[in-house]
């Protein structure tokens, strides 16, 4: 296999489920493994509540545009089924979908469930986790994101070992309790994601 | 060298401090926020400088500007609507003149992710006959930053850095050098900085004399970059600021590219825009805001012998950010392949106000008290309580510019709205609201006030606000407000009757009131939790 230069991956959800955490991970990851990075994020009005996405551009060579050209982004990563599909006109041809099947709703006219699903599955090779369920078992309901980041870890072009160091260097200061509940849900979204 | 992953604005703000920053101002405001808040983080650990944040915009620049007369270097950043509210010491400025280097630091919102409108800041630089930088990455933001504190000082100007959302709020890598010493204090010359006529006819003469300067140092600029292809003379492309990365980003595979002009000063590098356009058929004109560069090449009568496009010729939009495609396709490059949805409805889903917010609270009490009472108008504001706007609330009818609720209240209230009704957060009341209270209260005009006092600035992250608490009460009752016709609630579901019955009483009497909702921001609360 020749060696991967260059990962484009969206990730989506909405304000508040912790989508630049992931990309703080996969950013430190990818630099220590001698990547450049470029990540565009939402802030401001959209933060609340609202469908946020982050551009994460990793290349051994230049990156020029911030924002990931349609049709060229190797990886969707969502927290939110809804969300997943949002940015789907990105996600090139042999693209790969990971998504969250917990729904955030928080409007009145979330579409049909098993719809939503159905429309998911109908994707090449996408990969639905049950991220809320697996969080509740890692400890708790708050680390749904880095479940996601575990079930995404087998197709990102960074190792796990770089991923787990990076989760430690953001966790760790937040005390014991919540850097063990990230690792476990780093495992069970791997796991997973088979 | 050093290597730091940083936002754009973060760069930004990293090249000032070392530049030897001595002071750094500024009013909270989406993309421009995280200067201020990364300065202030800086700030805090070597105390090497003063970084603040100001009660607005003007107060900001006129704070950053007695930096400059003290003959230190001064920074002051905003968001591109913030710099009208600046607007007149800043048009003033460039008559002045800087004397420690003076940047104003301004980040345009082009597609209006956070704002009101998607105006484009290249024209105040070209307004005041300054010189401005637009930077095209994180690398360029945090150079061109330092080398701008040098020019300012070099050639007696304030000196603009125009940022767009998307690099302000992106993050890369930057290679920083050594910090340049901070400026010893030096007063300015009282003639130069004192605009009497007799006095402002000679600085004004100095703001147009030096014009060809800065179009020659637009010219010898570093970041200007005029790269040919002499095989390819169908043609030429000029891009600025992110804009550039757009066509490179189109052309990383190609084997060859198009005759390409990299703009990033203003005045425009205009010896360098006369020689690419010499060379190529057809010029396309990449730009990220209005089309400044475009225009002014188009004229009243284009380019004679030339095929200009562009955001006029309908090549690029007009309005929103652009973008890798709109791009590519005024490149007349073939699409790439994608995935589509097909015919998947996809559902909105719109930013909202956080559940429990006392916002909402107030909203529900005042549709409330609102019910039967003719034809209301509720005048809103720049906040998260903008979002009163949607459903369920559907609460609010304006929201134009920092302030213009209790100005806009009053004026309906004089045309014959009743009740006329102003809806306003405490930041946005001290940033702009005070003098039109003070109008109010003195022509005692029949409308009600509510000042949704949630203790912080919200919707940028929870900066300080300055008229909070018990000074914001003194403030209402110093711009002579009745003290009786001045109420306090607490939005709470459980005081919802008595909220609605307060609100009732004030609408009612025929004069100024105000009603301040006293209760603070959940996630500012939540915050604070987690820090203790």
Same mark, same amino acid.
Request: charged residues 20%; hydrophobic residues 40%; glycine residues 8%.
């Given at each position: 296999?020749?060696?991967?230069?260059?990962? #484009?991956?969206?990730?989506?959800?909405?304000?508040?489920?912790?989508?630049?955490?992931?990309?703080?991970?996969?950013?430190?990851?990818?630099?220590?493994?001698?990547?450049?990075? +470029?990540?565009?994020?939402?802030?401001?009005?959209?933060?609340?509540?609202?469908?946020?996405?982050?551009?994460?551009?990793?290349? +051994?060579?230049?990156?020029?545009?911030?924002?990931? /050209?349609?049709?060229?982004?190797?990886?969707?990563?969502?927290?939110?089924?809804?969300?997943?599909?949002?940015?789907?006109?990105?996600?090139?041809?042999?693209?790969?979908?990971?998504?969250?099947?917990? /729904?955030?709703?928080?409007?009145? #006219?979330?579409?049909?469930?098993?719809?939503?699903?159905?429309?998911?599955?109908?994707?090449?090779?996408?990969?639905?986790?049950?991220?809320?369920?697996?969080?509740?078992?890692?400890?708790?309901? +708050?680390?749904?994101?880095?479940?996601?980041?575990?079930?995404?870890?087998?197709?990102?072009?960074?190792?796990?070992?770089?991923?787990?160091?990076?989760?430690?260097?953001?966790?760790?200061?937040?005390? #014991?309790?919540?850097?063990?509940?990230?690792?476990?849900?780093?495992?069970?979204?791997?796991?997973?994601?088979? | 060298?050093?290597?730091?992953?940083?936002?754009?604005? *973060?760069?930004?703000?990293?090249?000032?401090?070392?530049?030897?920053?001595?002071?750094?101002?500024?009013?909270?405001?989406?993309?421009?926020?995280?200067?201020?808040?990364?300065?202030?983080? @800086?700030?805090?650990?070597?105390?090497?400088?003063?970084?603040?944040?100001?009660?607005?915009?003007?107060?900001?620049?006129?704070?950053?500007?007695?930096?400059?007369?003290?003959?230190?270097?001064?920074?002051?950043?905003?968001? $591109?609507?913030?710099?009208?509210?600046?607007?007149? %010491?800043?048009?003033?400025?460039?008559?002045?003149?800087?004397?420690?280097?003076?940047?104003?630091?301004?980040?345009?919102?082009?597609?209006?992710?956070?704002?009101?409108?998607?105006?484009?800041?290249?024209?105040?630089?070209?307004?005041?006959?300054?010189?401005? &930088?637009?930077?095209?990455?994180?690398?360029?933001? &945090?150079?061109?930053?330092?080398?701008?504190?040098?020019?300012?000082?070099?050639?007696?100007?304030?000196?603009?850095?125009?940022?767009?959302?998307?690099?302000?709020?992106?993050?890369?890598?930057?290679?920083?050098?050594?910090?340049? %010493? %901070?400026?010893?204090?030096?007063?300015?010359?009282?003639?130069?900085?004192?605009?009497?006529?007799?006095?402002?006819?000679?600085?004004?003469?100095?703001?147009?004399?030096?014009?060809?300067?800065?179009?020659?140092?637009?010219?010898?600029?570093?970041?200007?970059?005029?790269?040919?292809?002499?095989?390819?003379?169908?043609?030429?492309?000029?891009?600025?600021?992110?804009?550039?990365?757009?066509?490179?980003?189109?052309?990383?595979?190609?084997?060859?590219? %198009?005759?390409?002009?990299?703009?990033?000063?203003?005045?425009?590098?205009?010896?360098?825009?006369?020689?690419?356009?010499?060379?190529?058929?057809?010029?396309?004109?990449? =730009?990220?805001?209005?089309?400044?560069?475009?225009?002014?090449?188009?004229?009243? !009568?284009?380019?004679?012998?030339?095929?200009?496009?562009?955001?006029?010729?309908?090549?690029?939009?007009?309005?929103? =950010?652009?973008?890798?495609?709109?791009?590519?396709?005024?490149?007349?490059?073939?699409?790439?392949?994608?995935?589509?949805?097909?015919?998947?409805?996809?559902?909105?889903?719109?930013?909202?106000?956080?559940?429990?917010?006392?916002?909402?609270?107030? !909203?529900?009490?005042?549709?409330?008290?609102?019910?039967?009472?003719?034809?209301?108008?509720?005048?809103?504001?720049?906040?998260? &309580?903008?979002?009163?706007?949607?459903?369920?609330?559907?609460?609010?009818?304006?929201?134009?510019?920092?302030?213009?609720?209790?100005?806009?209240?009053?004026?309906?209230?004089?045309?014959?709205? $009743?009740?006329?009704?102003?809806?306003?957060?405490?930041?946005?009341?001290? $940033?702009?609201?005070?003098?039109?209270?003070?109008?109010?209260?003195?022509?005692?005009?029949?409308?009600?006030?509510?000042?949704?006092?949630?203790?912080?600035?919200?919707?940028?992250?929870?900066?300080?606000?300055?008229?909070?608490?018990?000074?914001?009460?003194?403030?209402?009752?110093?711009?002579?407000?009745?003290?009786?016709?001045?109420?306090?609630?607490?939005?709470?579901?459980?005081?919802?009757?008595?909220?609605?019955?307060?609100?009732?009483?004030?609408? *009612?009497?025929?004069?100024?009131? @105000?009603?301040?909702?006293?209760? =603070?921001?959940?996630?500012?609360?939540?915050?604070?939790?987690?820090?203790?």
């Amino acid at each position: 296999m020749t060696a991967i230069r260059k990962q #484009d991956i969206i990730l989506a959800g909405v304000g508040g489920q912790g989508i630049l955490s992931i990309a703080f991970v996969i950013d430190n990851a990818a630099l220590k493994e001698g990547f450049n990075v +470029k990540q565009a994020e939402v802030h401001g009005m959209a933060q609340r509540g609202g469908a946020v996405q982050s551009h994460l551009r990793l290349s +051994k060579d230049r990156i020029w545009s911030d924002l990931i /050209p349609r049709g060229e982004a190797d990886m969707i990563l969502s927290v939110e089924p809804l969300e997943a599909l949002r940015y789907l006109d990105f996600l090139h041809p042999g693209g790969k979908l990971v998504t969250s099947s917990t /729904p955030f709703v928080n409007i009145p #006219d979330y579409p049909d469930q098993g719809k939503l699903i159905g429309r998911i599955r109908e994707i090449p090779g996408s990969v639905i986790v049950d991220s809320e369920a697996l969080a509740k078992e890692a400890g708790t309901s +708050k680390v749904q994101n880095t479940v996601m980041l575990g079930a995404a870890a087998k197709d990102l072009v960074v190792t796990e070992d770089s991923l787990l160091e990076s989760i430690k260097v953001l966790f760790a200061p937040r005390g #014991d309790k919540v850097l063990e509940a990230n690792i476990r849900a780093f495992e069970l979204g791997r796991r997973a994601a088979g | 060298m050093d290597r730091e992953i940083l936002l754009g604005d *973060e760069a930004v703000a990293l090249g000032a401090v070392h530049a030897g920053l001595a002071a750094g101002y500024s009013y909270p405001g989406t993309p421009a926020s995280e200067i201020m808040e990364y300065l202030i983080k @800086v700030g805090q650990k070597t105390k090497a400088f003063i970084a603040s944040w100001s009660v607005n915009e003007k107060t900001a620049f006129e704070e950053a500007l007695g930096v400059s007369f003290a003959g230190k270097r001064a920074l002051v950043s905003m968001k $591109h609507v913030g710099l009208n509210v600046a607007a007149d %010491p800043f048009m003033s400025a460039s008559l002045t003149g800087a004397n420690g280097g003076f940047l104003v630091v301004v980040a345009d919102d082009p597609s209006m992710h956070s704002s009101q409108n998607e105006q484009d800041s290249r024209f105040y630089a070209q307004f005041a006959q300054i010189f401005c &930088y637009e930077p095209a990455d994180h690398q360029e933001a &945090y150079d061109m930053t330092r080398e701008a504190f040098d020019l300012s000082e070099k050639m007696n100007i304030p000196v603009m850095i125009r940022m767009v959302t998307r690099l302000s709020h992106s993050r890369a890598g930057v290679e920083t050098r050594d910090p340049h %010493p %901070p400026n010893e204090l030096h007063y300015g010359a009282r003639q130069c900085w004192t605009l009497l006529p007799v006095n402002a006819r000679v600085q004004f003469k100095k703001v147009l004399d030096r014009q060809p300067e800065l179009i020659k140092l637009a010219e010898a600029s570093r970041f200007n970059k005029l790269e040919i292809n002499p095989d390819d003379k169908s043609l030429g492309v000029i891009a600025s600021g992110i804009a550039y990365n757009y066509v490179l980003e189109n052309f990383k595979n190609a084997a060859k590219k %198009p005759s390409i002009l990299k703009v990033s000063t203003y005045p425009l590098p205009e010896e360098l825009v006369k020689e690419l356009i010499a060379r190529v058929e057809t010029v396309l004109v990449a =730009e990220e805001g209005y089309p400044l560069i475009e225009r002014s090449l188009k004229g009243l !009568f284009g380019l004679p012998g030339k095929r200009l496009i562009g955001k006029l010729s309908g090549h690029l939009p007009l309005a929103g =950010e652009l973008s890798p495609e709109t791009v590519r396709q005024a490149l007349a490059l073939k699409p790439l392949e994608r995935q589509t949805l097909g015919d998947f409805k996809l559902t909105g889903r719109p930013p909202q106000l956080c559940v429990g917010c006392p916002h909402a609270d107030t !909203f529900k009490a005042l549709n409330k008290a609102l019910e039967g009472s003719g034809k209301p108008g509720v005048f809103s504001d720049i906040g998260c &309580y903008t979002l009163g706007y949607f459903p369920p609330h559907n609460a609010i009818n304006t929201c134009v510019c920092m302030g213009a609720s209790v100005g806009m209240a009053k004026g309906a209230a004089e045309a014959g709205v $009743h009740p006329s009704v102003a809806v306003i957060g405490d930041s946005t009341f001290g $940033h702009s609201g005070i003098t039109s209270l003070l109008s109010a209260a003195a022509f005692n005009t029949n409308m009600v006030l509510i000042i949704l006092d949630n203790c912080t600035v919200a919707m940028t992250g929870g900066q300080p606000s300055f008229a909070t608490g018990e000074r914001l009460l003194k403030i209402i009752e110093g711009v002579g407000v009745p003290k009786e016709h001045i109420r306090v609630i607490t939005p709470l579901p459980k005081f919802h009757e008595q909220n609605v019955r307060i609100l009732r009483e004030e609408i *009612e009497y025929a004069g100024i009131s @105000v009603i301040v909702a006293v209760r =603070e921001c959940l996630e500012e609360a939540r915050k604070k939790s987690k820090r203790a």
